[in-house]
């Protein structure tokens, strides 16, 4: 019933900007945390950056002010601002949402995966 649709995924350079961004739709009663992971080649899926319903964030420390996290909550949309691109932020991203729907269950969701390649 509620879904979570991903885009602005692609080939960057290094040095280079892209912006990440998942919808959310169905019956939502409140999303509480909204999350990036990415899972690299022969990684394991890791936690980039969260953000919760008071807007409070957080980030892992290698993409600390590079990236942003920020949330729409009239949308129901997280975005991720990634500047100054690595190679080493290549990875599959997926958007995380933990949230009540509106049945009151508490749920998380995943999006489909967007590919971030940073290549020159």
């Known amino acids: 019933q509620v879904q979570l649709v991903e885009s602005g995924g692609g080939v960057v350079q290094p040095g280079g900007s892209l912006r990440l961004s998942c919808a959310a739709s169905g019956s939502i009663f409140s999303i509480n945390l909204m999350n990036w992971y990415r899972q690299a080649p022969g990684k394991q899926r890791e936690l980039v950056a969260s953000i919760t319903r008071s807007g409070h964030t957080n980030y892992v420390d290698f993409v600390k002010g590079r990236f942003t996290i920020s949330r729409d909550d009239a949308k129901n949309t997280v975005s991720l601002q990634m500047n100054s691109l690595k190679p080493e932020d290549t990875a599959v991203y997926y958007c995380?949402?933990?949230?009540?729907?509106?049945?009151?269950?508490?749920?998380?969701?995943w999006g489909q995966g967007t590919q971030v390649t940073v290549s020159s």
């Open positions: 995380n949402m933990m949230m009540t729907t509106l049945d009151f269950v508490p749920r998380d969701y």
